[in-house]
């Protein structure tokens, strides 16, 4: 039963974290973002850390991502859009971002592993 | 969930009886806010269809279900249709947390040829430890529903009313959340049961080493805290999007807000949210501040000795009991009920400068103030 709970709950977190990332609409996204706070909100449950599950929520899911849903719904979004999907600039700042979480990433990694051959 | 077969359906029983008790209610409310206005402002209301305009409950319902379905042509689809079903998510949730009684004993019986029970089954869907940080934390969700709602409909107003409504959430979150510190500190739990079992009796406290007591008052939390009651009774009303806080849905403004572009069945489950969310507000102030599901200058002993010449075996004598109660805890909830419609049609709404003045500058500082104050009031009383 727990088990259950437990692989529904992370089906729901990953899912809705890769949905922040990979939907080309801000909406959507900051919506999926809610989606996984309430996600985490649920393990912490299953964890039996209720006060940290309210918490949570009240403030991740209800206030913080409320004011993010907020502001995205004030752009022109059609517009935000093309600023991010197009042009040289925005290509390259794209390379740099995912260059640097690939060297974080693997930088960690093989510190984690480095550690564990000693 | 339960341990076994009857538990169980006792208990999803119980959770399906409590959401049909919220929606069941809102067809009355909106008779009583039909009728109450018109009281007040000097008019008949719906009169003419059944008894009292009893009917005209019924004549509203098939109307909402036989409405055109219509959606503006440039709306989010999605949104459009998530939006109404949302609105129905927090109240209902928040909903379960609220204990309306003592649980009812069933003792153990024999039936089918195998033994069952006893039983202890709580007048609550969920027993919930921290039932006031559930609450607060499922009911903060609300704003989603106004948000995606005024953004989905494709429509200047409706943004600005989902804008508004949840500007006016977040900044109202702020105050009560703070006042209800002051509540949790006095009864130094998060459990709405205990809080309501700390209630029992008259007025009686201890503070340095003496202890005054007052036979003439109820032990509730409104003498211990009136500023805190106060102030939670505002943000309560600015939470539910009632006058005079009904900005979002101000129509010299804004024609109505969020839901401009809904009707039908679509507009119907907003109210349900919006009433569902009146009557989670009006369980929350019975139960801080007027002791739940307690009777006033009777104890619970007195109750059992009474209804004992009513009741054949303590089952009987338990369900009573705990139907005593219930009808107690909803007498409290519909009076509160009443006073959200009688300010509606009462007070005028504010402007929107005035309605984050009094939020940001007011509330909060004598929320933070009252928290403050409690504190050392207690620390110096338990010294």
């Given amino acids: 039963m727990e088990n259950i709970v437990f692989y529904f709950l992370e089906a729901l977190i990953l899912l809705s ?78 390379a740099a971002s995912v260059g640097l979480i690939w060297s974080i990433l693997s930088t960690s990694l093989l510190y984690v592993l480095s550690d564990l051959g000693k | 969930m339960g341990t076994d077969l009857i538990e169980v359906l006792i208990n999803a029983v119980k959770i399906i009886a409590l959401f049909l008790i919220m929606v069941q209610l809102v067809p009355v409310l909106v008779w009583v806010e039909r009728r109450g206005s018109a009281f007040i402002q000097h008019r008949y209301g719906p009169n003419r269809i059944g ?19 219509f959606i503006p042509k440039n709306a989010n689809k999605m949104l459009f249709y998530l939006a109404p079903v949302i609105a129905l998510v927090p109240a209902s949730l928040a909903l379960l947390a609220i204990p309306f009684g003592t649980p009812i004993q069933i003792e153990s019986l024999t039936a089918f040829g195998q033994e ?85 009796g008259h007025l009686s406290f201890e503070f340095m080493d003496q202890s005054y007591s007052l036979s003439f008052l109820p032990n509730w939390g409104v003498f211990y805290q009136p500023i805190g009651f106060f102030l939670f009774l505002v943000s309560v009303f600015a939470e539910t999007n009632r006058t005079p806080f009904d900005l979002p849905e101000a129509e010299g403004e804004l024609v109505a807000g969020y839901h401009t572009e809904y009707g039908g069945f679509k507009m119907n489950l907003f109210y349900i949210g919006e009433y569902g969310h009146m009557l989670v507000a009006s369980a929350l102030l019975s139960i801080f501040y007027f002791g ?61 400068d005035q309605l984050m003045d009094i939020g940001w500058k007011t509330m909060l500082p004598w929320a933070l103030g009252n928290a403050i104050v409690t504190a050392v009031v207690i620390f110096v009383a338990r010294a």
């Fill in chain 1, 17 to 94: 974290a890769l949905g922040v990332v990979l939907v080309t609409s801000p909406i959507y996204s900051a919506l999926f973002l809610v989606l996984t706070m309430i996600g985490v909100a649920g393990i912490f449950v299953s964890l039996d850390a209720f006060f940290l599950a309210g918490v949570q929520l009240v403030v991740y899911a209800g206030a913080v991502t409320v004011m993010f849903v907020m502001v995205v719904m004030l752009f022109n979004l059609d517009k935000e859009k093309k600023a991010f999907s197009k042009g040289t600039g925005s290509n390259f700042l794209k």
């Fill in chain 2, 51 to 69: 008894p009292l305009g009893l009917l005209q409950l019924l004549a509203d319902a098939v109307k909402f279900l036989n409405k055109e379905e």
């Fill in chain 2, 116 to 200: 069952w029970g006893p039983y202890s089954i709580p007048l609550q869907g969920a027993v919930i430890p921290l039932g006031i940080v559930y609450i607060l934390g499922v009911s903060s969700l609300g704003a989603y529903s106004l948000l995606i709602a005024g953004w989905g409909s494709a429509n200047k107003y409706s943004l600005m009313g989902g804008l508004r409504a949840s500007a006016q959430m977040i900044s109202y979150e702020l105050a009560m959340g703070i006042a209800i510190i002051g509540v949790i500190l006095i009864y130094g739990t998060f459990d709405l049961t205990e809080i309501t079992l700390q209630q029992q």
């Fill in chain 2, 292 to 352: 739940g599901y307690n009777i006033p200058y009777v104890s619970h002993d007195q109750l059992v000795d009474f209804l004992g010449n009513y009741a054949s075996g303590p089952t009987a004598l338990s369900a009573l009991t705990s139907l005593i109660y219930f009808i107690v805890s909803f007498t409290k909830i519909l009076l509160f009920l009443w006073i959200f419609i009688w300010v509606r049609w009462t007070i005028p709404r504010f402007r929107y």
